[in-house]
C-alpha cells in the first residue's frame, strides 16, 4: 500500500512516474521539447513557449524540433541571465502568456464571474 504522501501526489500530479509507469513517462515527454544548457537537461518545454521563442530574437536562442538552447555567445550566467528576463520581458508586454501577467489569479477569477 502507498504511503499517505504518494496517494497525495498521485492524486494532484497528473505526469506518469519514470519509476511507476516508465511507459506513460516516456509518452508524456515526447510531447515537450527539451531544455538545455551545455549538453545538460534542465527542463521541459511545452509547445507554446518553444513557439514562443522562435519568434523571440533568433540571435539569443538556438531551437531545433527537439530541443532549445541557448546561443554559444551568451555563455556566462550574466548574459544568460540577461537573455531571460528580455525575453520574458518582451513576452510581458506582449500579454504572450496569461501567468506573466502578475496578478492574483483568484481576484481574475472573480471578475471573470462578476461580468
Not at 87 to 113: I, M, S, Y
Request: aromatic share 10%; net charge neutral.
Amino acid at each position: 500500500m502507498p504511503s499517505p504522501n504518494v496517494a497525495i501526489l498521485d492524486k494532484c500530479d497528473s505526469h506518469p512516474s519514470p519509476f511507476r509507469d516508465p511507459k506513460g513517462y516516456s509518452e508524456a515527454l515526447s510531447n515537450y521539447t527539451l531544455f538545455q544548457c551545455n549538453g545538460v537537461t534542465l527542463g521541459y518545454l511545452l509547445a507554446p513557449v518553444v513557439a514562443a521563442l522562435r519568434s523571440a530574437k533568433w540571435e539569443d536562442w538556438n531551437v531545433s524540433g527537439t530541443v532549445v538552447e541557448f546561443n554559444p555567445l551568451n555563455d556566462t550566467f550574466e548574459k544568460r541571465s540577461q537573455v531571460m528576463k528580455e525575453t520574458v520581458d518582451l513576452w510581458r508586454q506582449e500579454k504572450r502568456f496569461e501567468v506573466l501577467e502578475g496578478t492574483n489569479p483568484a481576484k481574475r477569477a472573480n471578475a471573470r464571474v462578476a461580468k
